[in-house]
Every structure is written in structure tokens, then in C-alpha cells.
């Protein structure tokens, strides 16, 4: 699948339009974001002074793959998720702790059932492929 030419429903509507447009998405990373702030795993990897970046840019992604806007790619280029996330430390409890404030978000986004689960599915098979680690997380 090509960046920005995400999932399209059968009518011919995206993805993007057919669960809400921005001011869905943007509610999702909103709340996922206020779950991993709080969250002695994920907190570090995120720096404070930049969450508004952080939600802008999982926002953007996430638009444009599910064939939304395409500002993603045109202020930031190819997403090259590994790369971008290759500086973390990503074991299975990071994917575990990612995916648990993401499913809250989705969750409490009262998607239609069919848009959350096909939303869940790409969520959770991207996390797995940011694994980068099987090393135990740094406790401080």
C-alpha cells in the first residue's frame, strides 16, 4: 500500500472521511497521548516540550493513511516508521504499554464496530513492528 493511499471503504469513501474526518483522529491521538504522559514506560520516549509535535505528527500519519490529507508526507517526507522509532527502546512491553492507551483512545472514540476493529487491526500490527528490542526496559 502506498503512503497516503490508505483503505477506502466499498462506496468509495475513505476511511478517514467515513469515521469523522480530523476531528476524529485528532480525539484519538489527543487521548491516547493523555494515557502515555502518566506512563512511567512511554513517558521518556515522548519529551514534554514536545507533545503538541507529538499528537501533530501521529495525527498527520494517521490521516494520511487512512486517505486523508496529505500533509503528512509533504512536511515530513516518507514515513519510514522503523527508522523513525529505531532511537527507542521498543521491547514488547513498550508495544504492550502503546497498545493499551491506544485501544482506551479508539475505545472511547465509539467508532462503529466495524471501524474500530479494522482500525485496531493496522494499530496493533504496526506496533508489532516497531519492536526493535527484546532487552528489558531501563528502570531509573
Known amino acids: 500500500m502506498s ?4 483503505p477506502t471503504q466499498a ?7 467515513a469515521i469523522g ?9 489527543r487521548r491516547f497521548y493523555e494515557g502515555v504522559k502518566d506512563d512511567d514506560i512511554l ?14 505528527r501521529l495525527t498527520a500519519f494517521l490521516e ?11 512536511q515530513r517526507g516518507h514515513p519510514r516508521l522503523r527508522m523513525r522509532h529505531q532511537p527507542f527502546h521498543v521491547n514488547p512491553e513498550a508495544r504492550d504499554r502503546w497498545l493499551l492507551h491506544m485501544r482506551a483512545a479508539v475505545s472511547e472514540a465509539n467508532l462503529a464496530p466495524l471501524h474500530s476493529a479494522t482500525l485496531l487491526d493496522y494499530l496493533e ?3 508489532h513492528s516497531m519492536v526493535n528490542t527484546f532487552e528489558e526496559t531501563p528502570r531509573g
Open 3 to 6: 503512503v497516503g493511499a490508505g
Open 11 to 17: 462506496e468509495g469513501q475513505s476511511f478517514f472521511d
Open 21 to 29: 474526518g480530523h476531528e476524529t483522529f485528532e480525539a484519538i491521538v
Open 43 to 56: 513517558a521518556p520516549m515522548y519529551p514534554e516540550h514536545d507533545m503538541d509535535g507529538a499528537v501533530w
Open 64 to 74: 494520511q493513511y487512512w486517505g486523508g490529507p496529505t500533509t503528512y508526507s509533504e
Open 125 to 127: 500490527r504496526a506496533a
